[in-house]
């Protein structure tokens, strides 16, 4: 998979951030607070327009200068953030789907987890942090390989 | 209840692997159906039990019951709304409860689903499955107060489903005769 993941975000269904982390040197993570927080109201306004819409994926968001942003929004409102540096290898919607699957899963877990407080900010879980932390390094790490 | 094939058996996430790549599928583990029913049983009895006076404490056991169920509830949904479409409307998500949620928990649909269309939505269950088994010796009014405390449970279930899936809501059950009851949803308004 040739995909550089730069950052995963996952918001909250009142768009609170639970989750945010930088996987790229190459910006602060302050820009990803940005573009996630950008992204939130891109996805509003692509659900509210297509009411028809109703798979999980919503693809490109919108690309700013050398990262483009993919959304995702479960049916508990849940929406997964993913930036990737744009390269010029072509980007295939299996894999960045196959990726939000991936976390999506990882989310679940974690909110399944009896002890897990529903009403807390921030996912403060480790093994979810481990989860998403191999997704989003495996795959920057393979197009260094590349 | 019945959490019997695989897929939903780890709905609490208890057999995931250390590196968080939890089994959602495949090597999740069975439960047998008679440990959720005593277990129901007995969460039920031990909330009673430990109340000082029933009558009026009543109110303290609701709340309780009704918020474990909501707990359950949340975490239901996330799990199994996860291969699905987005719903559309809240009638989308009421059929989901009375279809597939009710698939999950009591291996049955819902036999019967009226809606004034203002907000209000009566589920009617003609064989409760929790109901299946139970009666008393008068029978009639006696029995359905007996078994009113095992519907709270059930109560917080659906309102913690729907509001994970953005509907929030108001939820009262009641039975008259023993194996039926029906649960009132009335939706709040946004």
Redesign the interface.
Known sequence: MSIDINCIAVIGKQNNPLYIKNYSSSHPDLKYHYIAHTAIDVIEERVLNNPKLTDAYLGLLYAMEDLAVYGFMTNTRVKIILVIAVTDNVVKDADIKAIFTKVHSAYVSHVCNPFHNLDQDFVASKRFSNAVDHIGQQNSRATIDV | MSFLSPTTS????GS?N?????A?GHGGMLVNESCLDFLMMELVDAMCRTAIDEDTDREVIFYKLEMLGY?VG??L???F??D?????DTLDVVKFICKDLWVIMFKKQVDNLKTNHRGVYVLQDNNFRWFMRMSTDIGGTDSSSKATPYLWFPCGVIRGALA???VSSVVMAETSNLPQCTFQIKIAKS
């Open positions: 780890s709905i609490f996430g995931g250390e590196d968080g790549t939890s959602t707990r949340q975490s949904v996330e799990r709304t996860v699905r479409p987005r719903f559309t994970n899936l953005g």
